[in-house]
Each structure stands twice: as C-alpha cells, then as structure tokens.
Nanobody, 120 residues
C-alpha cells in the first residue's frame, strides 16, 4: 500500500502565496504522473495541474501563470506553488499519484486534502 499526505494549506489574503506539499510513503517502487486537484463547495472537483515522471506539466487555464507544479523524486514529494491567489482559488486541494508498488500492483492514490481559503 501507499499513502499520500498533503500539507501547507491555510487562510491567506488575495494576492498572497502558499506552497502545498504532498509526500508519498509506503512500499513504493515507482511514481508515475502526479497531480493536484481541487474541490470547491457547490462545484465539481477539477484538475489543477499535473506533472509526469519525465517532468512534463499541464495546467488548468484558470491557474496558468500563477501556479507551478513540481516534484522531487528523491523525496517522493509533490509541490504546488500558488502565487497571486484569488478568492476563487478557495477549495480543498488533493494530490493524486499513480504508484507502482514493490509487489507489482499499480494504482491511483489520493491524499486526504488540505484546505486553502483566500479571503480578505
């Protein structure tokens, strides 16, 4: 099994920044594409950004130029640097990872979520 744990959420004012982290642990052999998703009240969960094992990134149009996704494969850690935050960025942010376990199974894993609130 594998586990993902997010951290770094909080309450900030519009225009400020936050950096989210997501650490993967467990019997991991390899981590494939990883990404951040968010779920705001009254809305469907949406993709924020993804990064492949080769480093290719993809962003939602709403966050392009403001958010940066990155990964540290030596630490099994995923990051999301969020700048110029807006009230509409308020949501619970989840990380997701495609993980190949040492026993040979590949599954998608989700973290428990971290709350980001942007408000003045």
């Amino acid at each position: 099994q594998a586990q993902l744990v997010e951290s770094g959420g909080g309450l900030v004012q519009p225009g400020e920044s936050l950096k989210l982290s997501c650490v993967a642990s467990g019997n991991i052999f390899r981590i494939y594409t990883v990404g951040w998703y968010r779920h705001a009240p009254g809305k469907q969960r949406e993709l924020v950004a993804t990064v492949t094992s080769g480093g290719s990134t993809n962003y939602a149009d709403s966050v392009k130029g403001r958010f940066t996704i990155s990964r540290d494969n030596t630490k099994n850690t995923l990051y999301l640097q969020m700048n110029s935050l807006k009230p509409e960025d308020t949501a619970v942010y989840y990380c997701k990872a495609g993980i190949l376990l040492a026993i040979g199974n590949t599954n998608d894993y989700w973290g428990q979520g971290t709350q980001v609130t942007v408000s003045s």
